[in-house]
């Protein structure tokens, strides 16, 4: 995000509010979508997006002519949506696995509770 928005022509206080403001707005949209995230995690992911814009803006882009700049970017960008692309599909991998575990646990819940059921009524027939 820093080196694309290099390319803007904004000055620097308003780069670093509009780079904030969409890392805050796009966890927003994650909420939304109802992707299931921690706060700290949340947190965390407009942190680490500003730690990340503030020295490719201000440090990085500034050593590059044009055309480095746009390899960069470019080179940045497509590891960042490969990255994206194999988290997302973990994350769909882990649902698919709760929601199998979840149930298998409520299927195991029944039989234990019918077990128990039986157990309670052989015990008050024995007892009489």
Sequence with gaps: ?????????????????????????????????????????????????????????????????TVPRIEVFVAVLAVDAGMSFFGWRASQKAAALQKSLRARYIKERANLMKRKALLEENFKRDIQ
């Design 1 to 65: 995000m820093g080196l694309g928005f290099s390319f803007l022509p904004v000055g620097a206080f308003a780069a670093v509010a509009l780079a904030f403001v969409l890392l805050v707005a796009y966890e927003m949209w994650e909420a939304m979508v109802h992707i299931v995230e921690t706060p700290t995690n949340r947190f965390m992911d407009v942190v680490v997006g500003m730690a990340g814009f503030l020295p490719a803006f201000f440090l990085l882009s500034p050593l590059l002519f």
